[in-house]
Antibody
Framework: EVQLVQSGAEVKKPGDSLKISCLGS????????IVWVRQRPGKGLEWMGS?????????????TYSPSFQGQVTISADRSISTAYVQWSSLKSSDSGMYYC????????????????????WGQGTLVTVSS | DIVMTQSPLSLAVTPGEPASISCRSS???????????LDWYVQRPGQSPQLLIF???HRASGVPDRFSGSGSGTDFTLKISRVEAEDVGVYYC?????????FGPGTKVEIK
């Protein structure tokens, strides 16, 4: 079964550092883009950024970020253990929310061409609470 | 950046009746391969989002055929032919033409 399993809920104080994870199984992790999405309480989905785990070993800047998250988080991956990460060096209360990882599916167009086929599966989410 | 808008932002539907949600992008999502890079997701209460439709009109595996997607370029529509109680949730469109993806604000679907 293809699945993504995320690390557990975290409660942190402003200024703390944090690294949450997303473990993939049932597929070749390095062949798929992994996306991170934030959802603040009662709000909509925000695309944070993405990483191709295969590029994380060969490219200096393998991740792509939303302008809203550039410089605020670091997205990384370790293909050898099929895991992607989001990291904060200094949390703010505004970082509180649910964080989801998802895999970008591949659709075989006419059985020949590999093109993006939506995001799925999604992880179960990691709730991050930042409060003094 | 591509900005996504949706309408309506909330919708109350009688079971068995149809529902329709519109999504618009600030730039065309049409790729040179002929596909529009627009997906639809549903987030049911307390759950992670789930893929419904990809490439504007391709239904994901396991999604009931009462869900359909249409549109191309900048205007897209998600239709539910006969709403059921389990369809309650928030529906999001998302563009993934650019390397920086973006979601619409979401449409909350409730049952009357």
């Amino acid at each position: 079964e293809v699945q993504l399993v995320q690390s557990g809920a975290e409660v942190k104080k402003p200024g703390d550092s944090l690294k949450i994870s997303c473990l993939g199984s049932g597929f070749v992790f390095g062949e798929y883009l992994i996306v991170w999405v934030r959802q603040r309480p009662g709000k909509g989905l925000e695309w944070m950024g993405s990483i191709n785990p295969e590029d994380s070993e060969t490219t200096y800047s393998p991740s792509t970020y939303s302008p809203s998250f550039q410089g605020q988080v670091t997205i990384s991956a370790d293909r050898s253990i099929s895991t992607a990460y989001v990291q904060w060096s200094s949390l703010k209360s505004s970082d509180s929310g649910m964080y989801y990882c998802a895999r970008r599916r591949i659709y075989m167009d006419r059985g020949v061409h590999r093109i993006p086929g939506g995001l799925g599966p999604w992880g179960q989410g990691t709730l991050v609470t930042v409060s003094s | 950046d591509i900005v996504m808008t949706q309408s309506p932002l909330s919708l109350a539907v009688t079971p068995g009746e149809p529902a329709s949600i519109s999504c618009r992008s600030s730039q065309s999502l049409l790729h040179s391969n002929g596909y529009s890079y627009l997906d639809w997701y549903v987030q049911r209460p307390g759950q992670s989002p789930q893929l419904l439709i990809f490439l504007a009109s391709h239904r994901a595996s396991g999604v009931p055929d009462r869900f359909s997607g249409s549109g191309s370029g900048t205007d897209f529509t998600l239709k539910i032919s006969r709403v059921e109680a389990e369809d309650v949730g928030v529906y999001y469109c998302m563009q993934n033409l650019q390397t920086q993806f973006s979601f619409g604000p979401g449409t909350k679907v409730e049952i009357k």
